[in-house]
């Protein structure tokens, strides 16, 4: 007798679809195979395609809050101009609505787990506490430039973790964020990376985003960031960068040889005109992939089957290959990939990873005829299609519905807050 039984779903192990029974057992997978199973709570899968949850490998969560609000921007000109700006006017209790947003839509697009890096953190913690969803997170630290700027930032950040980390039953894990390269100083980013080694903790930040920050920091440190990083230590396999677009055949060598990890984030990436990464050769030099939606006023969504797609999509016209990156290897970025860059087992559907799972209804137009459920839910999902969702072994999902959260109380409580920052 199981904690829970998901009995005779279309299952996605060991990198195909199969009919199968999952048996979970508290926060934990227990038995995945085709015998007859029972459980206290039992799930009927008869109609559902069921995988890993999904990992949203980088966001800043609260962006749900600036949501359509600077649009049409490159990247420096969005952040210095507005972002920062009205970011000045936040509240912790605003972060607090604004994250319950960002879980709300996650967890209804099937994504089990995300990595943050945001301010006001303890409300962001708070909310994944609340919502019963996994989460990797960080304060975002910048010194840029000031000594005490660079105390205080590694003093938040360095609190955070030690009063978050492993909080919920493990579901937070709190690491460390310092922001990037051009915000940072190589002074700081070592203090940081040290403070890492010596908590044993990871660290995620943003690098070679944008041309611009290559050629910045080169001018600055006479040095691309890559390389820059590499020199001062800070790369190793507790370390994730996101975006890493702009990089050359050397540079992608060096965090393969260091076994850092890359996001993906190709939706950011597109609006933001940042640029598009070069994934297909990442992947094939054996770096560990993951994608991320990056933060809500970039995107505008929080929906992991769109940067699914949009990988696929990408690689193929870059390359000029239609199979560049196959299905399976894109479903594997958004899941398994995702959990391993963190450190955390999850992200498959096998016996004592953790039960973050998701059931995902087959009876769609858009899933119709079903060929194969691989190609369905790689280049036809809406990602409307999840109907249950379990994270750390409880049910957080059912029906479409989600269980632990009031949708209509957190939207009238984000779209009021539009009002403050409207005029900025
Ligand atoms: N505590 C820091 C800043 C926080 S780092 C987290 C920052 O990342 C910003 N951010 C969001 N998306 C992106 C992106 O795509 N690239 C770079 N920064 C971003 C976000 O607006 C937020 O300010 C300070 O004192 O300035
Ligand atoms: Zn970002």
Not at 42 to 54: F, H, S, Y
Not at 117 to 138: C, T, W
Not at 182 to 201: G, H, M, Q, S
């Amino acid at each position: 007798m199981f904690d829970v039984a998901i009995k005779n779903g279309l299952c996605f192990v060991n990198g195909e679809f199969v009919q199968a029974n999952i048996g979970i057992e508290g926060n934990l997978i227990a038995y995945v195979g085709r015998d007859d199973i029972c459980g206290d709570l039992e799930i009927d899968a008869r109609e559902k395609i069921v995988i890993p949850g999904l990992f949203n490998a980088h966001t800043h969560l609260a962006m749900t809050i600036f949501r359509g609000y600077a649009e049409d921007l490159p990247l420096k000109d969005w952040l210095e101009k507005k972002i920062w700006r009205v970011e000045k006017l936040l509240e912790p209790e605003d972060v607090y609505w604004g994250s319950l947003l960002g879980i709300l839509e996650m967890l209804k697009t099937g994504t089990t787990a995300f990595s943050d890096l945001y301010i006001h953190m303890d409300e962001v913690a708070k909310a994944v506490g609340e919502s019963g969803i996994r989460a990797v997170l960080s304060y975002g630290m910048a010194d840029r430039g000031s000594k005490e700027k660079a105390d205080l930032e590694l003093k938040i950040g360095t609190e955070f973790i030690k009063n978050w980390d492993n909080a919920f039953n493990g579901r937070i894990r709190a690491i460390f964020g310092p922001h990037a390269p051009y915000t940072c100083t190589p002074e700081f980013l070592k203090r940081v990376k040290d403070a890492a080694i010596e908590l044993n903790t990871y660290v995620h930040i943003h690098v070679a985003e944008t041309k611009w920050e290559v050629e910045h920091v080169k001018s600055v440190y006479g040095k691309t960031p890559v390389r820059l990083l590499d020199e001062i230590g800070f790369l190793d396999e507790r370390t994730v960068i996101a975006h890493a677009i702009w990089l050359d055949d050397n540079e992608m060598r060096i965090l393969k040889e260091r076994n850092v990890s890359v996001v993906h984030c190709p939706i950011s990436n597109l609006k933001l005109a940042s640029g598009i990464a070069r994934v297909k050769d990442l992947h094939d030099l054996g770096i560990n992939v993951c994608l991320g939606t990056d933060g809500a006023s970039s995107n505008n969504t929080y929906n992991l089957f769109e940067e699914i797609k949009m990988t696929s999509l990408l690689q193929k016209v870059i390359t000029g290959r239609a199979d560049a990156l196959k299905a399976k290897e894109v479903l594997k970025m958004a899941t398994e990939n995702g959990y391993r860059a963190y450190g955390i087992k999850g992200g498959k559907l096998e016996r004592g990873y953790l039960a973050d799972i998701v059931l995902i209804d087959r009876r769609r137009h858009n899933y119709c005829p079903m060929y194969d459920p691989l190609h369905s839910l790689v280049y036809a999902s809406y990602g409307c299609e999840v109907t249950h969702v379990i994270v750390d072994g409880e049910l957080l999902v059912e029906d479409g519905i989600v269980l632990t959260l009031d949708e209509d109380k957190i939207m009238d409580k984000v779209e009021s807050l539009k009002e403050k920052f409207e005029e900025s």
